[in-house]
Every structure is written in C-alpha cells, then in structure tokens.
C-alpha cells in the first residue's frame, strides 16, 4: 500500500485554531427587565399548592439555615434571578424562597415540613437544563442542592465512586483523573452542572458511545421522596438481583418522585492514550460511511463520534472571531464535518488504529481535509469545535434547541425539513443563514447514538416561530418512530408533547408511578407527565 | 528485558484438555418417584386465586391451540413434569396446565382470561433458572413461551435486535455471529434459556465486565402485562428521555408485573480476535494482584476474568474423567485458578497486550502455571474448565446454589466461612472435599464482577444442611454489604430473605409496584416480593 498524497501533512500538521474547551456554560442575555415572554401552553399555578409565606420561611430557616428569600429581604429578586431563571433566559420562575441544605438529613426535613404543608418545590442542580425543567414556572420553593457536594468515597479497586448528588461533574473527574478513573459521562456544561442532576435528568453527552447509559453504570442512588422519608439505595454492588431495581425511576425523573442527594457509579479506568481528529466531508451520506469505517478501524478504542453542519461551524467561527481566535482550520472546508476521538490503554496501538483509519479515508477521498490533534492543548481546541457549538449558537441569538433521536440514516433529513417548513412560514431566507427572523438552523450531535440536535437561532423568541416549528418538529420525530427527547428530557417544554413519543399506556402507567411516588404531586410540578 | 523461562512454553504449548463448551443445561437425577421434599419456607396455596378446573382449559385451548393438560388427558403428569420442576430438580410444581401461545396477542388473551378469571400465572421461559422462579409452587397455570421464537429484526447500522421473548440466547447469538455482532449476554445455560427470561431476571453471566449489565443494553421492551394489556415499549432508540423508563422495572422482575414477549437489545460489533487463558495459582491473593495486572495491561479488550477453587477444579476433572475425557491440564496444579478472556478487534495488538501481560505474570512469578489457548476448539476446552463447575457439581449430588456480591477482596472469605460453619454444624470434614453429608463446598465466580457463586454438594437435600447454610450465608452477605443474589434472583428460594440486602423503604416501594401493576398478584405468586 503506498502511502497517500495527503497523510503525512494530516499526521503532522499542527492545528492553528485557538480557542479552550470551554466547559461552563455561561448565562447569556440575562436583560433584567427585557424578556421576552413566549411559552403560551405554560401551565396555570395550581390552587392545590400552598402558596409560600413569611412563616413558611422562618420554619424552613430554622431547618436549613442557608436559605435565601425576597420574603424577608434575606435576597431580592435579582439575587434570586439566576435560580428563576432557566440557563437559555427561556423559562422565568417566580419562587421567593431557596433553600440549600448542607445534608441529606435537612433535605429530608425540608421536605417534610413541604409535604406536611402542601408546598411546591423544584429541586435544582446546576441549573443547565434545556427544558426548562430545574427552575420554577410559578412560585415553587427551589431546593438547591449546591451545598451538598462532598464526594463520600472511592474505591480504587472497584472503581466505585459515591458522592452528593451536588458535586459538579468536572470536580468529580477530576477527582477521579488522580486516581486514573473517568466519569462514564462528559458533556459540555460539566463546569456547572451536578451530578445529582445528571442522573436524575439522564443526561447523555459526548462519550455514551463508549461508556453507555447511566441506567447500566449507576450503581445506587440515596433519594429523599416526596414525603421526606430518606431512601437508601446506595449499593456499590455491580450485580445485584433483589427485587424490583427501583434506583432505576429515578433515573431520567427529572426530580418528579424524588431527590437525588447521593450517587454511586461505576468509573472506568481512564484511558492512557487518546486522540482525536476532525475531517471535513461533502455530504451526510460521506459522514456515515465514515461513522462506517471508524467502527470497523477502531473497534473497541471508539470513544465518541461526533458530526455538526457547515452552519453549525460557522457560528463557532464567528464566536472564535468576536473573541480573537484564529480560524483556519481546514485547507478544503465541507457542508459537514465529523469529530472522531479514541481512547485506549496503549498509544502505540491506538495510533495505529488510527494511522490506519486515515491511511484508508484519504486513499478513497472519503474525506476533504482533516487534522488531528498533536498534544493536549490541539486536543481541547479540536473538541472545542464540536463543543463551542450551543455557546456560539446563543450568542447569535436567541436559540429554539431541539434534542432528538432518530435511525441515523434519517438523522439529516430532519434539519432539511425543519428549514424547509421555516422558509415555507416566511422566517428562513437561503440555507440556514439569513438575516430574516431565523438567523441561523444548525444540526448537530451524538452520531454514534443517534441523537440529532438542532438549533434555531431567532432574532428573538416569538410565538409566531414557535407554531412554525411546534409540534412539526415532533411530528416528523414520530414519522420516524424517534424519541422527541433525545437526552435532555421533558421538563415544562417537552411536556404537552409527550404523545408523539410514547403511548397511552405507557403515560398511563407513568401517571400511575407519579402518583404512587408522590400523591400530592409536590415535586417539580407542572413538567414531565402532567 | 530477557524472556522468562516458561513463556515460550506457556504460549505456544498445545492445551491436552478435552471436553467442548457445555451450552445446553441437562437436567439431573430427575427421578420419577423420590424426590426429596425440602424447603420448609414454602407458602401454602392461597385461596384468594381460582383453582383451575376443566372448563378454564376449554377456554384456554379455545385461545391458544397449544395447550397440554392433565385435566382433559392431553398430557400425562409425566409429561408436565419438565414445566413443574426445575432445572435442579429442587422444587416441584403441581400445575395441570401448560399454555404456550404462539404470538403476543394469545398471551395477552390468556392473561386476560385468566385476569377475569383470578387464575394465577407462572410465566416460564427455558426454566433454567436456579432459585425455583420459573416454575408453578402449587396449581399455577404455566404460560410457557418457547411457541414465541422469532427474530424480528436487525439492523446492521445501529446493531439493534428485536425478537420474540421465546428465542434461545445460542440462537439470537448465532444469528448475530453471522452479521458480525454479538449478543452482549453469554451463560453455562446459553442452550436452553430464552432471551426474555434472560432479561426478566436480569442475567449477568459470562461478559458483564465487559459489555455491561441489561439495564444498559436493552432498549425496548414488549410486554404483556397481568390484566393482558400489551404494552409496546419496543423502542429502538440508544437515547430516549421521554418520563419513566419503564421497561427498567421489568428488566429483573423475575415474571412478577408482566410477561416479556419481545425484546430489543443493543449488539456490539463481535470481537475478530478472540483469547483465553487460564492460570494455576497459590492463592486467592494472587487471583487477585492477577486481576489488577490483567485490567491494567489488557485495558478494553479485557472481556471476562473468572476464578474458580481446586474444589471446583476437582469436580470438573471428576466429571471429565467419568465422561472420558483426559485431565492434565496444568504441570503446576493450585488451590486456585483464574480464566482471562480478551476480544479486540485487531488480533496483532491484542496478542501484543496479551503477551505483555503474560510475561509481566510470569517474570514475577505471579502465577504458578499457564495455559493459553491456540485454536477454537482450545478455546472452548479452557472456557470449559470454568462453565462446567456448575454441572460438574450437579453430577456429584444434590447441590445448594448460592449466588452472591461482595467487595472483591472479600469473596473468598465467605467460602472459607462457610466451610467452617458446616464443620461446626458436623456435616462436613476436611478442607471441602469430604465423605460426608456434604461432598464438598465449591467456590467460583465473576471477579470482575464481585460475583461469588458457592457450590454446597450434599448426597441429599436436607433439612439439616438447609437449617446449617441458611441463613447464615445471608448473614455474612449482609455483614459485608453484599447481595443475597447477584444475578440468579430471589425467586421462590430467597424471597423471604430479601431482608438482608434491602431495607424496610425499599421493600415497601416494591410491594406498592407489585400492587400497582397486579392487583390481584396472580403473576408468579409466593415468590419474590411476598
């Protein structure tokens, strides 16, 4: 096999993009006054909630002494802004009291008093999510669990970790990278989003391909209920067959039948060697035959698997630009491109995997141009070109995001549909980049999962796109036999829409699960299964 | 560095060991007239269920043409008694009809009936299980689903199989070894077992450390639940975060909420190279110290690690020499041996890692003696002196099964501590090989896992061994924070031994889901939740 043209430029060359991995999400377009009101289905309050008063705080302050309130002026509504507000500046809650408890004993007591008193709560991780399901819609009690964040213990042999549902993700791999583990889960909010959230959201991310779901590596879980009683489920046991697995509702609940104040999860060594390389490609159809030919070259090294459109990449561009990073990346850039990393337990091996992946992409032109990462700082910059996709999305506007999973093969058309019922409403002018009420409409994702995100991104949040777009989006989901809700969950925007996803039996049977968890529905009401 | 003395032997010497991998469970000492009554936990018939009588058969027949009974001399006792006993001939049905539907809509019509009728229902599939689950405690109508064998799908992109319930695991997996997948579950009873009761009493099995446990592979389920409502969860999506995830609680309910009828399951690319070898040691610290050589050397190609005692070893070669089969296997024989399974997908470098490892143990005298597989058959003939213990010791008498999890490090402790405790009951001499009631206590298991299974081979089920063993084994469980079951289930054996590895909140939950989705409990009543 004679060595191509290309290779040797590919292997060597040094990337010129500059820009970090940037893994905390930052709020963005936080107007005091200025927003935009939109969500028409949003719920009413419900009367069957007592509505929080001054004596209701003094009791919970006597619980935990770190809580907030506009109540008795312990804060004021801005102070309180950044846990009624949703990470995208979409949902806009109106609680006056935040308690932070310090253990899982005064989370259980919160609790209580709130069940004893008929008093709404939303339970709040790092706040990240992108369904509005961590902030209040009205004036729900939020119960922040950032002071409960200690990571109770490792065992290096096992590679069982048990730590506070509030650790934050990136503290926890951390952690574990000291040790030589890994946390089996990694996406793009981990510098503020916790752990305890993750679970109770099943949050997917960039490595799923790799590390699988959380339903197989969560070991246990520790949850205060509804009423305030405390469960303990925290094993450390990879197999245990005693009884109905009940740790595994919680999983995804969105904190609909409980808190999770503590997790115990199964980490992975953490590879010795890893590499990574983006290439672009001409068409979709060129990124599943690489997608094809990775899996086959790769095996069991594949960590993640990654591919974003020529708009999604021009958003990063133009962020990196506004902030004085360099852009030249590709020779030759595409309509596509595609992420590929791997991790393995021996370099030289690895790198032959790889050499030969390459060798075999650029003899056939499978690809356009592609670079691969030469040391650690070219490693972050080259994910930061897949990661600093949602972030470049939203400083260019405000950003409709949708989190779908279809068969992959159909994953692309989606976005073709999506832009073309845009410019059919008058919104969209061109390809995904105009200068009409859409700006842009990136698609994105987790190729190897199947998991497509879009990303409209509006002058502003208006309801007149919101009907183009809703439930078309979801109908075209369903056509497709697709989930509506990829990895980011239902929480108050994907509510109304579960039907296109799942049937009547299966609400009727989660409705079931909530009321038996929760009769009076005081937790995270108004989301998830309504 | 120089090449050890005994590599070049240990690699390339020709296994003399005989016997094939046994896949298919043949059933034991299955003696028409004694079999010895024991177990005196058992539950009395409940009168709150319909005894079934000639005429619910006329309606059952009516439904599903393949229905045996005694009622109506369609069958013979006899002839029912593989649906009434289990594998291990311990405990004894006395049902008189057997049902096996032929497609999803028959189940739900029998369930149905028998819903209407208040007839309980013991669902069935290859009955392979060995905690009595699978088969009737008294009148139980028995739906078995082996008429329910179809695959329905697969597609080779994503490696997403969908089948009926009824499929045996050596099918479904002989069916994906020709497209190139493998079925991420492997187990001693891969002849018989179907793939639905593989996933309603969770298995673990052969290559959990690598491939992870159900909860993660499975995508989708079709169930039948006890009013006959079918339920179609059978997604087919890696990611799918719309409310509960349902199928979670019928993934190890051991037939108790509903009856599995299809699956869909994630299959991973099957390895192109594949390796074994297995290692004499001193003691149970060195499987140890061998086990974290073997994840740090072998990484992600690790696919299984398993030990197994000289007790087990012993009974193994007493089998193979009775079938004809030759022994020597190891120059140095030990008290303890180790199997190490590799799959990767590029023989050179797995060979690279392997080989490394190899002489890693062998520099440091870290292993007493080793065998290396060089062919398929040698493959199988070493997988063989681990996968026929359990069969080996079923030969050898009456065998109590013990199925446990418990930190690595302390697995082997509970052996020993059973061994002392039936010396100290006088029922057993020596060092687990005796002449007495009990011919010898057997330790083996899934390192990786934490998995421990203890072989007690009695020259008969008694009482008094019953009374000596239990529950004191689940006493030092509980003293270690273990499970009772770490993958066969509670089935009718330890169902009332839940106690010792779930506490009060839990078992309170389950019972509430129990009640939930069967009200009337007629699915697989007297065992698991009671």
Known sequence: MSAPRQISRLLYRRSLISG???????????????????????????NQFTQPTKEHLDALKAISSSTLSTLDGSATEEELRSFNDDWMNKYHGKGSIVVKPK???????????????????????????????????????????SNLNQI???????????????????????????????FPL????????HIGGNVSTNAGGLRLLRYGSLHGSVLGLEVVLPDGRIWNGLSKLRKDNTGFDIKQLFIGSEGTIGIITAISILCPRRPSAMNVAVFSLESYEAVQKVFAE????????????????????????????????????????????????????????????LTGLLEHLMENEMVLDGVLAQDSTQFQSLWSLRELVPESAGKAGSVYKYDVSVPVGKMYGLVEKMRAKLR??????????????????????????????????????????????????YE???ENEGS??????????????????????????????KQLFDPKGLLNPYKYIV
Chains 1, 2 share one sequence.
Do not use: W
């Not at 990654?306 to 030249?328: C, I, P, T």
């Open 294 to 353: 990775a899996k086959g070259h790769l095996g069991e090294i594949l960590s993640a698997f990654e591919f974003f459109d020529k708009q999604s990449y021009a958003l990063v561009k133009k962020h990196q630009e506004e902030n004085g990073g360099e852009r030249k990346v590709f020779e030759t850039e595409g309509d596509f491109y595609c992420l590929i990393e791997t991790g393995g337990s021996n370099a030289e091996h690895d790198e032959a995997k």
């Open 103 to 145: 253990t899982t004993e005064e989370v259980s007591e919160v609790m209580k008093y709130c069940y004893d008193n008929g008093i709404a709560v939303v339970p709040q991780g790092g706040n990240t999510g992108l369904v509005g399901g961590s902030n209040p819609v009205h004036d729900e009690i939020i119960l922040n669990l």
């Open 20 to 46: 970090s991995r940037r893994s905390t999400p930052t709020p963005m377009f936080k107007s005091p006054s200025l927003s935009v009101r939109h969500g028409s289905h949003l719920p009413p309050r419900s």
């Open 152 to 182: 109770r213990s490792f065992d290096e042999v096992s590679g069982v970790l048990v730590a506070d549902g509030g650790v934050i993700l990136e503290t926890a791999d951390h952690f574990l990278a000291e040790k030589g583990f890994i």
């Open 484 to 513: 509506i809700s990829a990895e980011h969950g239902l929480g108050v925007m994907k509510a109304p829409y579960i039907g296109y996803s799942k049937n009547e039996t299966s609400i009727e049977l989660m409705k079931q699960i």
């Open 186 to 193: 990694d996406l793009g909010a981990k510098g503020s989003c």
């Open 424 to 473: 059919e409403g008058g919104v969209l002018e061109g390809d995904g980049k105009s200068e009409g009420p859409i700006r842009a409409v990136a698609g994105y994702g987790h190729m190897g999962d199947g998991n497509l995100h879009i990303n409209i991104v509006a002058n502003k949040y208006t309801d007149e796109i919101e009907k183009i777009v809703e439930p078309y989006i």
């Open 476 to 478: 075209i989901v369903a």
